[in-house]
Nanobody, 126 residues
């Protein structure tokens, strides 16, 4: 059974920072591609960042480049999303997903991921 648990969400003012965590267990440990996605009210879920665990190869969507950093701690089976310079438009529920992909195909696109966590809320006020 794949289990992904997100944590670290909260409320911050614009310009602030948060670090999200995605702890993997069970079958998720065998997945080599972990991604972060977000869904704002009334909008479709969108990809944010992805990391190819074996290669630490990362990819980001343009809207978060230079502000967000995805990283891994293999000893803790955890992937992080460090979010800096947060904007009100970053407000959303953030999800992590796990999938299996080559490092070049590990991108924040939903079709890559078959397993999802329950999400953690991030609210950025202006």
């Amino acid at each position: 059974q794949v289990q992904l648990v997100e944590s670290g969400g909260g409320s911050v003012e614009a310009g602030g920072s948060l670090r999200l965590s995605c702890a993997a267990s069970g079958s998720a440990l065998s997945r080599n591609c972990i991604g972060w996605f977000r869904q704002a009210p009334g909008k479709q879920r969108e990809g944010v960042a992805a990391i190819s665990v074996g290669f630490a190869h990362t990819k980001y969507v343009d809207s978060v480049k230079g502000r967000f950093t995805i990283s891994q701690n293999n000893a803790k089976n955890t992937v992080y999303l460090q979010m800096n310079s947060l904007k009100p438009e970053d407000t959303a529920t953030y999800y992590c997903g796990a999938g299996q992909a080559t490092y070049w195909a590990c991108t924040p696109v939903e079709g890559v991921f078959g397993y999802w966590g329950q999400g953690t809320q991030v609210t950025v006020s202006s």
